[in-house]
């Protein structure tokens, strides 16, 4: 009935029974941690696609679309990413609204990939009932090691035993019994095999089959350094990223056939390993269908806006400082409730996926002693040299956001006063954060007066109502993103409360009319912390090294301003042979959701518009990117489509994988010590 592997689905297929069978599918696995992937997916295919749900989910997602800035360029980008992006979403949705389903899930997963083929991490539909309600592992994650005579295999990470030890300790028996009998019910006896196929095919077919679907990267790269397994610095502690192989939003997959490399009569051996599905960390409990639904599948207070000035000013601070609904999916760590009220503008990825809880194994860990200053998702470190000084940022950002400024500038100062001389920034998996965190390092010229990125907001016909009702006194206490008073025009002067502030500007774009606001300035300067006058470190002492997995214009304006600007090599590592790889995966600008828009449409008394989207009836979240960033080489396009070829692919070995320090310690070695701009280890 089902492809082996979800990675493997390129178009959508059946996956429910359609009717409901007796007993209850969801009963049967109420209360229980660990299921079968085919007694999850029964359960969640158990529910009938009523019509009110299908036409009120397409209708949000259509109407809020007129407030993604790139909906037309993502029809076909430009090169280089023309191979990369060319979706017609509003195509999508209207054939989607011409499909009949036998399921709520087959409907959700079809507009879920169709979503994810823009490619656009911050443009995505989640459903709280289905993204992650289980997650479906495997024990095997995977990594792309090189030999030194530059052949490249697929490998089972060698700390594929130790992270299922820790992680999954109440199943890794469940597993063992399930291990060819040459392992002797042994996972770490399989740990670091080279693996010559996946379900008989060439790896290289898995790792295409989910480049294709796995979305929110622009570049093909990068979405095949997604199926392997990596690392990141989280606010705890460093943790794992089990890969797309190993780990799947969706209970669509059964099992997989690998054969591995192994000593023996063969020398390889081949056999079927299972996928598990665990319920998720923040799955709401429940008995039976019912109380799945009732739980986990319908509107919360959070789901949809609410109109701030029909709210009691006693309320407005909690109702602003909760996470919003879109938290759950954003690749970054929750922040404290001050700095959800103050809206400081983020750029985040979202994934379906919450933000990684695996933690990485101490053996793995960096082991040398980090700054005082370190905070939450920043960490600092001088290696044994004692001249090449770290910053690990898992995230732009933190907590507390005006500590996590504060830390950033004294770890860097910490950095030079121990004796650095030179700079490796590690923001591998990095999924955005803060605007103004991310312009805040090593202030230099290029940052005066705009350290980032200049923006358009989309000018649909419904954005200017807003502005212009919003200027027409509706948002007298300067709570609304429309609200002109906090953006600055392009000559970085602060734009005056009137009614035609957006100022738009007509464009033809992929043959399709569309209009964006007047170009807006940069809004971090003056910042709230006290910056160096010059940069800490030189540009050509400094490299930034990550997977590839980042960005959000907050970390590409950093690694742009820096790369483009000031010599900064850009350091990706793992990636295939020969494959150009890209230091930045989808640029965005600001990011915002579903709800946030609607905050604004209901609070200045537009949610009777035709144009408005109503409020979900279920447990969605629909990200967008709202405001578009310029380019830095062409100013008058979206940065977005804009090269961010990277300087080197940096080759990874069983020694080094997925272990940071051995990682930075040779970049160091083959990048930092050879000061040149030269492409020292470009395959
Ligand atoms: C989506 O909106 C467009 C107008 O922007 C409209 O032509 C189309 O019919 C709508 N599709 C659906 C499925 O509502
Ligand atoms: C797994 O680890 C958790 C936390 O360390 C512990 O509470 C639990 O008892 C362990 N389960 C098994 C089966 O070892
Ligand atoms: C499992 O395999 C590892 C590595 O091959 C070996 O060191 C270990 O002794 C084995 N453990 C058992 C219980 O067989
Ligand atoms: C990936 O998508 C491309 C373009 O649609 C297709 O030609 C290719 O066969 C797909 N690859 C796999 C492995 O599914
Ligand atoms: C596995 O081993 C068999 C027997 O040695 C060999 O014929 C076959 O080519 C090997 N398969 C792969 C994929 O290397
Ligand atoms: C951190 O602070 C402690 C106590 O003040 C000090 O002993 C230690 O050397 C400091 N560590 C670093 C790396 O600066
Ligand atoms: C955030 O950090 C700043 C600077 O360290 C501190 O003054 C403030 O009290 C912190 N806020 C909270 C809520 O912890
Ligand atoms: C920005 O605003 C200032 C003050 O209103 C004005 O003088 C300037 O011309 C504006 N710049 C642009 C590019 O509109």
Not at 264 to 286: A, C, M, Q
């Amino acid at each position: 009935m089902l492809g082996r592997s979800f990675w493997a689905l390129s178009a959508i297929i059946p996956i429910s029974l359609g009717i409901n069978p007796l007993p209850d599918p969801c009963a049967l696995i109420a209360g229980k941690r660990w299921v079968l992937p085919s007694e999850a997916r029964r359960c969640l295919g158990s529910f009938p696609l009523s019509p009110e749900v299908k036409s009120n989910v397409l209708e949000v997602v259509n109407k809020t679309l007129a407030f993604h800035t790139s909906v037309n360029y993502q029809v076909q980008a430009p090169a280089p990413y023309d191979d990369d992006v060319h979706e017609d979403l509003i195509g999508d949705l209207n054939r989607i609204a011409a499909t009949s389903y036998n399921s709520e899930l087959d409907f959700h997963i079809d507009i879920y990939l169709s979503f994810k083929r823009v490619n656009d991490g911050h443009c995505g539909v989640y459903s709280r009932c289905y993204d992650s309600l289980y997650v479906t592992y495997i024990p095997t994650p995977l990594v792309l090691l090189t030999k030194e005579d530059g052949t490249q295999s697929v490998y089972i990470a060698p700390e594929a035993y130790e992270i299922a030890k820790e992680e999954f300790n109440d199943s890794l028996p469940w597993w063992e019994k399930r291990l060819p009998e040459a392992s002797q019910g042994n996972l770490s006896s399989l740990a670091g095999r080279k693996v010559l196929l996946v379900n008989g095919e060439d790896p290289f077919v898995a790792v295409e089959a989910n480049a294709n679907i796995t979305g929110g990267y622009q570049s093909r790269a990068t979405r095949q350094n997604s199926f392997f397994s990596s690392y990141h610095r989280g606010a705890e502690g460093w943790e794992y990223y089990m890969g797309n192989f190993a780990s799947l939003a969706h209970p669509l997959v059964d099992e997989v056939e690998l054969t591995i490399e192994y000593p023996g009569e063969t020398g390889n051996i081949t056999f079927s390993l299972p996928y598990r599905s665990r319920f998720g960390s923040n799955s709401k409990d429940f008995t039976d269908s019912q109380s799945l639904r009732q739980n986990n599948c319908l509107a919360t207070p959070k789901t949809n806006g609410v109109d701030l000035y029909d709210t009691p000013s006693s309320e407005i601070f909690a109702v602003l400082a909760e996470p919003p609904a879109l938290a759950h999916f954003q690749q970054q760590p929750t922040l404290a409730p001050q700095d959800y009220r103050e809206r400081h503008p983020v750029n985040v990825l979202l994934d379906s996926s919450p933000f990684s809880d695996i933690s990485l194994p101490e053996t793995l860990s960096p082991d040398i002693e980090s700054l005082n200053s370190s905070y939450s998702v920043a960490e600092f470190f001088i290696l044994d040299d004692g001249i090449t000084g770290v910053l690990a940022l898992g995230s732009f950002s933190a907590k507390n956001y005006t500590h996590f400024g504060r830390a950033l500038l004294d770890g860097l100062k910490g950095l030079q006063e121990k004796g650095a001389e030179r700079l490796i920034v590690d923001v591998t998996n990095n999924g955005g954060g803060y605007i103004c965190i991310a312009h805040l390092i090593g202030p230099r010229a290029t940052t005066e007066p705009q350290a980032g990125l200049d923006t358009t907001l989309r000018a649909g016909p419904l954005a200017q109502l807003i502005a212009k009702r919003v200027a027409e006194g509706h948002d007298p206490d300067n709570l609304l993103y429309y609200n002109p008073t906090q953006w600055n025009n392009a000559t970085h002067q602060p734009i005056p409360m009137d009614d035609a502030w957006m100022r738009p500007q007509k464009l033809v774009i992929n043959g399709r009319e569309d209009a964006f606001s007047q170009r807006l300035g940069q809004e971090c300067l003056p910042f709230n912390w006290e910056a160096p006058k010059h940069g800490l470190f030189d540009p050509q002492k400094t490299v930034i090294v990550s997977n590839g997995r980042l960005c959000v214009i907050v970390l590409s304006t950093r690694q742009i301003t820096m790369s483009k600007e000031e010599g900064v090599r850009t350091v990706v590592v793992g990636g295939k042979r020969n494959v150009e790889q890209h230091y930045c995966g989808t640029v965005g600008g600001q990011s915002t959701g579903f709800s946030t828009i609607d905050t604004e449409i209901k609070s200045t008394k537009l949610k009777n518009h035709p144009l408005a989207p109503p409020d979900f009836l279920t447990n969605h979240v629909q990200g967008i990117t709202w405001r578009l960033g310029y380019g830095i080489d062409n100013p008058n396009e979206p940065e977005e489509w804009q090269d961010h070829t990277a300087d080197i692919n940096f080759p990874l070995s069983k020694e080094i994988v997925n272990n940071p320090v051995a990682i930075w310690e040779a970049v160091t070695a083959a990048v930092l010590a050879h000061a040149q701009p030269a492409l020292v280890v470009q395959f």
